[in-house]
């Protein structure tokens, strides 16, 4: 079996996947620390470890049983073709608890004001002395708090929050399984929306998801607080601008977003909408995943993933290609 890397290896992911190569010798595992141009086996390879692909290069590659992403989120992927043609989709969840973090510091961020009062004493202003501008931020010791998506990565927020004495509701879809750091489980946006003062998103972004929260759902946030961690797109874009400028959220985190850089566009701005403006918003360039430590454990998630595969003909996680999570 050709198994094709089409991701940029560093040392770590280098080492592990000549591990993987000695254990099964008689398979192939071609990238670019061991071919200057592994594009060139698309069409026999049978997996293919990348976190987004084209239409054209799925084409091409005629032999494809499985595509491996080596984080969580699969948008990047053409889904709908993959589950027509019955490829298996894999990911990895080993960066929960990071995201999770990254998704509390970002809580607290926007709750205490930090990056707004950092950037004012930069400028030699000490708010509240003698300045007429108010210094008081919330803390979220004992707050009602809110978790949109009980994955594993809003599972790990609730986990984290229950430190700071937290009343957690989490919304659910589906009945099911058990949340010990949850108080009240609600299949009812609107109402698991209602019920906090601090807001997380941490959906997966699928066709009944993208755009879920609109102006309807923002309205209700009045002196609300919400911090996104999931994808950008579950939030429309125009509702989050407008309820900013309206003042109906008292503030946002958000690390993931609507406009993203390319190789013509490396500077750009994560919206077409000048949300950076505005004070009471913290922005994170999407590196919830991005540790040191995590990283490497997806890594390893990815590529347990290709060896269930050669061992047992199925990875340890995959994609539901109907639900597309």
């Given at each position: 079996m050709k198994i094709l890397f089409l991701n940029r290896f560093d040392r770590y992911w280098e080492g592990k996947v000549e591990e993987l190569a000695r254990a099964f010798p008689e398979h192939s595992f071609i990238s670019y620390?061991?071919?200057s141009d592994p594009k060139a086996h698309i069409s026999d390879a049978e997996v293919i470890v990348k976190g987004n692909l084209s239409q054209?290069?799925?084409?091409?590659?005629?032999?494809l049983r499985m595509v491996v992403v080596p984080w969580t989120g699969v948008d990047g992927l053409p889904l709908e073709r993959l589950r027509e043609r019955g490829v298996i989709v894999s990911n990895t969840h080993e960066n929960a608890e990071v995201v999770a973090e990254r998704a509390v510091a970002l809580a607290l961020a926007v709750t205490g004001r930090v990056v707004e009062l950092h950037n004012d004493l930069a400028q030699g202003v000490w708010l509240g002395r003698p300045s007429n501008k108010e210094?008081?931020?919330y803390s979220i010791i004992g707050k009602r708090c809110s978790i949109l998506g009980l994955g594993r990565i809003g599972q790990a927020i609730a986990k984290l929050i229950s430190g700071f004495e937290c009343e957690v509701t989490g919304f659910k879809r589906t009945p099911g399984g058990e949340f010990p750091y949850v108080k009240r489980i609600t299949?009812?946006?609107h109402d698991a929306v209602r019920a906090g003062d601090l807001v997380f998103v941490a959906l997966p972004?699928?066709?009944k998801t993208a755009g879920i929260i609109g102006s309807d759902l923002l309205s209700q946030m009045k002196g609300k607080y919400l911090v996104n961690v999931s994808r950008g797109r579950v939030i429309e874009e125009r509702a989050l601008y407008d309820a900013l400028?309206?003042?109906?959220?008292?503030?946002?985190?958000?690390?993931?977003?609507?406009?993203y850089p390319s190789s013509d566009r490396p500077a750009t701005l994560p919206s077409r909408y000048p949300i950076h403006r505005f004070s009471n918003v913290v922005m994170s360039p999407h590196v919830g995943s991005w540790s040191v430590e995590s990283m490497q454990s997806m890594v390893n998630g990815a590529l347990k993933n290709i060896e269930s595969f050669l061992l047992k003909g199925k990875p340890e996680e995959e994609i539901d290609l109907d639900e597309l999570y």
């Open positions: 620390s061991s071919n054209a290069d799925l084409d091409k590659a005629r032999n210094a008081t931020w299949d009812d946006i972004l699928t066709k400028k309206s003042g109906t959220l008292a503030g946002a985190a958000i690390d993931v977003w609507y406009e």
